[in-house]
């Protein structure tokens, strides 16, 4: 097969976790694949050999998604290598950690700056894939969310009301990318990433993780790969569903059992 006859995806935010797992997987389907990062450099060129070594091409571009001109120009070098573009998986995101009730631990900057990532980041890259896409006469964009974003609990406040944000511009994006273009958000929750534990600290890490494999009704916190499978679905499979939102949280977001629903022998 002619390298121009592939499929093409571009994963934001790809160098490691759920970004490099979804990469790799689309490689091993035969996707060329974009490998894109901010700061991540030496991991960004491992995933990308990684795919490579599957028989694809990937491109490594460094560039952050709150910049409209680095989401056009990493689009354009997609486009430049294969002429085509038929998959974006928005998975960048940004985030403050900081404990609900310290109200005074976020400032207007810091929303506007996770806003910049996880909202208008993704919207920029869906702006600039839409005429590719469309000249190609289908496309699959997929976002990948947060549990914070339905449940309103999550690393910050900022954080789950950017994730909110992005679900609804998921659902107001997939009226006007029709016929051509179908659009889904995925939501997980906990997943075991170097992000998070560099965010919290290796000790509440793995208390948390402790913690939530004791009480989520599927007794397992999500591994990058299982997310990733879900995003790479979507893309591939699903073709009669857009502007869905997807939750992938082991059933974090139902909640405790009540009482009444549990036999009084348990």
Known sequence: MAHSDRKVAIVTGSATG??????IMLA???????????????????????????GVEAL????????????????????????RIDYLINNAARTKFNPFDNL????????????????????????????????????SIVNDSSIGGVTGIASSIPYAASKAALNLMTKSLAHVLAPEIRINTVVPGMIQTRWLQGGLGDEAYQ??????????????????????E???????????????????????????????FKSETE
Request: hydrophobic residues 45%.
């Open 104 to 139: 005074e631990g976020v400032s207007k900057q810091d929303f506007l700056d996770i806003y910049a990532v996880n909202v208008v980041g993704p919207y920029q890259m869906i702006r600039a894939v839409e005429p590719h896409m469309r000249k190609l006469g289908k496309g």
């Open 230 to 260: 879900v995003l790479v679905w979507f893309l591939e499979g699903a073709a009669l569903v857009t502007g869905e939102t997807l939750i992938v949280d082991s059933g974090t977001h139902l909640g405790r059992i009540p009482s009444f």
């Open 28 to 54: 091993e389907k035969n996707c060329n694949v974009v490998i894109n990062y901010t700061r991540s450099k030496a991991e960004a060129e491992e995933t990308a050999e990684t795919c490579r070594g599957h």
């Open 207 to 228: 208390e948390m993780l402790k913690k939530a494999e004791a009480v989520l009704p599927l007794r397992r916190v999500a591994m990058p790969k299982d997310v990733a």
């Open 18 to 23: 759920v970004g490099a797992a979804a990469a």
């Open 60 to 83: 490594v571009q460094q560039a952050d998604v709150s910049d409209d001109a680095a989401c056009r120009g990493m689009v354009q070098a997609a486009v430049d290598a294969w002429s």
